[in-house]
């Protein structure tokens, strides 16, 4: 019998979780095929080469990222700190998705036995993600004040995922929100108080 066939984002969907359960260099094209319910050859049709699907999943998720993450804190019809939590919440069920886990943090470290072009995307991400924060955090405070805690939040954040999938347990993602949500309220308070 003929397997079923699958649409590029299911196919990019299945990968994505193998991938955050292998890493890059653990996964192979059999597993991935295999992950997709699907033979070797069958699953040559949808892509040629690990990288190129690698760097179609890095694509998707850094529109969505944007798209439907980082633009909350844009919302100007929340309030200022509701923002952040709902931007939080989200990132949390997206990284909980599946294999709980952050792909693009999991692949950078990877990078020496990745491609540049792989390499260059992580690097695209990571930067979305503080430049949404930075515009975000400078509203409230001063900009050099803003690009530091935009730094140290990606950090704290990929660390509390990591350690989040490590350990099982939510204390590290809800604690580094906190932390954020703490500095932020006394950056707004000294802005009203301004």
Not at 1 to 23: A, V, Y
Not at 158 to 173: N, P, S, V
Request: hydrophobic share 45%; with cysteine; aromatic share 10%.
């Amino acid at each position: 019998m003929r397997p079923q066939k699958l649409s590029k984002e299911q196919i990019q969907l299945h990968c994505m979780q193998t991938f955050k359960t292998h890493g890059y260099a653990g996964t192979s094209m059999d597993l991935l095929a295999k992950s997709c319910g699907l033979s070797k050859a069958a699953f040559y049709y949808y892509y040629p080469n690990k990288e190129a699907l690698v760097l179609d999943i890095l694509q998707v998720s850094q529109q969505y990222l944007n798209h439907k993450l980082f633009s909350i804190l844009c919302d100007t019809h929340l309030e200022y700190c509701v923002r952040f939590e709902h931007l939080h919440q989200q990132a949390v069920n997206f990284f909980s998705a599946g294999v709980q886990g952050c792909l693009v943090g999991m692949l950078s470290l990877e990078v020496p036995h990745l491609s540049e072009q792989i390499h260059l995307k992580i690097q695209s991400i990571f930067q979305d993600w503080e430049l949404a924060l930075l515009h975000y955090f400078q509203q409230v405070m001063p900009i050099a004040q803003a690009e530091v805690l935009a730094k140290i939040s990606v950090a704290d954040y990929e660390g509390a995922i990591l350690m989040t999938r490590l350990k099982q347990d939510d204390f590290y993602l809800t604690h580094v929100a906190e932390r954020i949500l703490k500095q932020l309220s006394i950056a707004v308070m000294d802005a009203e108080e301004a």
